[in-house]
């Protein structure tokens, strides 16, 4: 795993791709799992928004999700422990004092979208960076649900949701949408999270 390229990415451009960023019998045990998941009916419509203030707004996200756990399978384990390497490798880097990551796994149905939005909270600003992997076999231009990161410089990168592609990026400056997708498209979304300074009591 190329951490090494994800950090020179962060510092000169604030966001990465990487493509095959895990064994393809990691990706297809994952892609596996998360259609399994689906079948059981444990993925549930996303909501906006945190904790008290949490809707469903399909007219903002069309996707259905589940949170990973440790110990729930192998595959899902295995990629939480690959995503701590690169929470340790990301503190070396940049002492962001990151304790935490959060996952879920998101499937939009066809026609669905993201609306433009930033990863972090307008109560919470624990989230720091994000990381998404992919879980799309044969993924074409035609299936349409490109993710749309909006750099600094006004410019736009569309990154595929192809299986094995890994986006990072930093959450609180990179707004970011899905754009509507043609095909049922997988992915497992992440947080690093630093410890929040300003958390409303609840
Ligand atoms: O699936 C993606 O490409 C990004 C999803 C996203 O932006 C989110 O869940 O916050
Ligand atoms: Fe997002």
Redesign the pocket.
């Known amino acids: 795993m190329p951490f090494d390229s994800i950090i020179d990415d962060l510092v000169k451009q604030g966001w990465s791709l990487q493509q095959n960023s895990l064994p393809e019998s990691l990706i297809q045990e994952l892609i596996t799992e998360s259609y399994r998941r689906a079948a059981q009916g444990l993925l549930t419509p996303?909501g906006v928004g945190r904790a008290q203030e949490l809707t469903v707004r399909d007219t903002i996200?069309g996707?259905s999700i589940h949170w990973l756990e440790h110990g729930q399978a192998t595959c899902t384990d295995a990629y939480l422990e690959h995503m701590e390497a690169l929470r340790v490798t990301l503190n070396q880097a940049f002492f962001l004092g990151l304790e935490d990551f959060e996952c879920h796994m998101?499937l939009?149905p066809p026609g669905s979208f993201?609306k433009t939005?930033v990863?972090r909270f307008r109560d919470d600003d624990s989230r720091t960076v994000?990381a998404?992997t992919?879980l799309n076999s044969n993924w074409t231009s035609e299936d349409g649900g490109l993710?749309r990161l909006y750099l600094s410089d006004g410019a736009a990168q569309d990154?595929p949701?192809l299986a094995g592609n890994l986006?990072v990026f930093m959450s609180a400056d990179r707004p970011?949408?899905?754009l509507p997708t043609q095909r049922e498209?997988l992915?497992l979304?992440g947080w690093f999270k630093r410890r929040s300074c300003n958390p409303l009591p609840l």
């Open positions: 996303a996200r996707d998101a939009y993201y939005h990863d994000t998404v992919y993710m990154i949701p986006a970011h949408e899905v498209r992915a979304t």
